[in-house]
């Protein structure tokens, strides 16, 4: 299974270091031309806005509604996870806008600007290791949203389908397990897709 990692801003290596350690295939895509060679996608933390005027220029807003209509998966991490929702507090635009969450950027206030910490994660045995950086929070989710992680009575991950999204950064600690399991939905997705 190859795993693109959106190449434009932010911690792209370490995504890749960690998808090659849950056994997938990772690549960097810089090009829209790539999305056909991948079968899921990866957008790495970094600055949402930055990442959003870059997906603009190279055209990947339309590229990857459509990867998106496609079934195949994608997982926003920190700002990706921005990048995913429907919905920004405070900004009148989504970039993306696939996923039906609602989010907050920079929600954990100054003191907190970064921290980690140990995650119940559902579908996850044994806590994950989570490092959180001018980490966004999910505020609102729609029906269809599974929460799949809490950190004091905020969410910070989720799913909606072939859609996942984590306030932290998984790629920055040596647990690949948030990756193997985005590896497994990439999985699921391509044998639903695939004649029996
Ligand atoms: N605070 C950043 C934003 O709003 C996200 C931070 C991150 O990705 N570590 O875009």
């Known amino acids: 299974m190859t795993i693109g990692v959106l190449?434009?801003?932010?911690?792209?290596?370490?995504?890749?270091?960690?998808?090659?350690?849950a056994g997938g295939t990772g690549v960097a895509v810089k090009r829209t031309e790539q999305l056909a060679e991948i079968d899921g996608i990866i957008i790495p933390g970094g600055e949402s806005t930055t990442i959003g005027k870059?997906?603009?220029?190279?055209?990947?807003?339309?590229?990857?509604?459509?990867?998106?209509?496609?079934?195949?998966?994608?997982f926003?991490?920190?700002?990706?996870?921005?990048?995913?929702?429907?919905?920004?507090?405070?900004?009148?635009?989504?970039?993306?806008?696939?996923?039906?969450?609602?989010?907050?950027?920079?929600?954990?206030?100054?003191?907190?600007?970064?921290?980690?910490?140990d995650l119940d994660i559902k579908g996850i045995d044994h806590d994950v290791r989570a490092v959180f950086i001018r980490a966004p929070l999910i505020e609102q989710v729609g029906?269809?949203?599974?929460?799949?992680?809490?950190?004091?009575?905020?969410?910070?991950?989720?799913?909606?389908?072939?859609?996942?999204?984590?306030?932290?950064h998984p790629e920055l600690t040596d647990d690949e397990r948030m990756h193997a399991y985005f590896l497994d939905m990439v999985r699921e997705t391509k044998q639903e897709g695939s004649p029996c």
């Open 76 to 117: 926003g991490t920190c700002a990706g996870l921005i990048v995913l929702a429907k919905h920004i507090a405070g900004q009148e635009e989504a970039h993306l806008g696939l996923m039906d969450i609602q989010v907050a950027r920079n929600a954990f206030g100054r003191q907190r600007e970064s921290f980690e910490t």
């Open 7 to 21: 190449a434009l801003q932010g911690a792209v290596a370490e995504h890749i270091r960690m998808i090659e350690k």
């Open 143 to 168: 029906e269809g949203v599974e929460v799949l992680a809490m950190y004091r009575d905020q969410i910070v991950a989720a799913r909606q389908g072939h859609l996942l999204a984590a306030s932290f």
């Open 54 to 74: 870059l997906m603009r220029t190279y055209q990947f807003i339309d590229a990857l509604r459509e990867f998106s209509r496609q079934g195949k998966p994608l």
